[in-house]
Nanobody, 124 residues
Framework: VQLQASGGGLVQPGGSLRLSCAAS????????IGWFRQAPGKEREWVSR????????YYANSVKGRFTISRDVGENTVYLQMNSLKPEDTAVYYC??????????????????WGQGTLVTVSS
């Protein structure tokens, strides 16, 4: 099982970025994927999640209306489209595979494999 996050970079406030999370060793139909982020000096926090079979989506209040999570089952890749970016969105973004069991979608214990992270910097 591997997760490869990419797409980070430097963007001005108000700009957009699209992150990708390429999965291998399993299929997105069987497992959900979550995005988390960790800002400098802060704890890692949950951002969004897409469920497995029906691709239901969930968002943290801080990104709702600005970020959109989606997936391409054929490419086995999950995307996080980030619009109207703010300096407080600056963080390393991680994707993670959700494991079986009953966990709150923001509970990091509910995720078993993690990507390496991609840095997003929002600054003028």
């Amino acid at each position: 099982v591997q997760l490869q996050a990419s797409g980070g970079g430097l963007v001005q406030p108000g700009g957009s970025l699209r992150l990708s999370c390429a999965a291998s060793g399993f299929t997105l139909v069987d497992y959900g994927i979550g995005w988390f982020r960790q800002a400098p000096g802060k704890e890692r926090e949950w951002v969004s999640r897409v469920s497995s079979s029906v691709a239901r989506t969930y968002y943290a209040n801080s990104v709702k209306g600005r970020f959109t999570i989606s997936r391409d089952v054929g490419e086995n890749t999950v995307y996080l489209q980030m619009n109207s970016l703010k300096p407080e969105d600056t963080a390393v973004y991680y994707c993670a595979r959700r494991k079986s069991g009953y966990y709150q979608h923001y509970d990091q214990a509910g995720y078993d494999y993690w990507g390496q992270g991609t840095l997003v910097t929002v600054s003028s």
